[in-house]
């Protein structure tokens, strides 16, 4: 069983919906969690990222962890299609900027306008 | 603007051959990394590097090398070339404590 487990989608949406893309984790001591954006073509980039249990809002973007269940959530308000990309999770048990940064899969999202 | 360049973008080669895939940044962050992304495994860690002269292995360090001479440059060799290596290789780097990765934009590598 992976650390890290995503669901690959792939995700379509209508223009405008509200978008939900989940991560679950096995490893407890996971204190860091991150969100990844890629473009097709592209290396990753940084969306968002939170510390420990909570949620933390970033204009349309707002991401949730749930450490009791293991459970970390992304949510996109009002989709663009220039929100059509895969999003990855990532999780460190120490410092996100380091080897120790665990990736899931990833999830393919297409905005359909 | 500081960035993170990786060439080539595109790479064929033969099985057996060596091959040098090149990372450069601007940024002069210490830690720098190589991962490989595979469609049903996400990114894993190949090799890594917090300075000058200091290399580390990854999860799937196995039939790769690297060095790091300066601040700025990590390549990444492939000994022997692989089939199982066709891949696309991304590198990243950071400053280090609780600082993001930022990524370049991939060599898309195929071994025939």
């Known amino acids: 069983q992976k650390e890290v487990e995503q669901d690959p989608g792939p995700l379509s949406v209508p223009e405008g919906a509200i978008v939900s893309l989940n991560c679950t984790y096995s490893n407890s001591a996971f204190q860091y969690f991150m969100w990844y954006r890629q473009y097709s073509r592209k290396g990753p980039e940084l969306l968002m990222y939170t510390y420990s249990s909570g949620n933390k809002e970033d204009g349309r973007f707002t991401a949730q962890v749930d450490k009791s269940s293991k459970y970390i959530s992304l949510f996109i308000r009002d989709s663009q299609p220039s929100d059509s990309a895969t999003y990855l999770c990532a999780m460190s048990s120490t410092n996100f900027g380091n080897e120790k940064l665990t990736f899931g899969t990833g999830t393919r999202l297409t905005i359909i306008p | 603007d500081a960035e993170i360049t990786q060439s080539p973008r595109h790479k064929i080669t033969e099985t057996g051959r060596q091959v040098t895939l090149a990372c450069h940044q601007t940024w002069n962050h210490n830690n720098m990394f190589w991962y490989r992304q595979d469609l049903g495994h996400g990114l894993r860690l190949i090799h890594y590097?917090?300075?000058?002269?200091?290399?580390n292995k990854g999860e799937v360090s196995d039939g790769y090398s690297v060095s790091r001479s300066n601040t700025e440059d990590l390549p990444l060799t492939l000994e022997s070339a692989a089939s199982s290596q066709t891949s696309v290789y991304f590198c990243a780097s950071s400053t280090g404590l609780n600082s993001p990765l930022h990524f370049g934009n991939g060599t898309r590598l195929t071994v025939t």
């Open positions: 590097s917090y300075g000058v002269h200091d290399t």
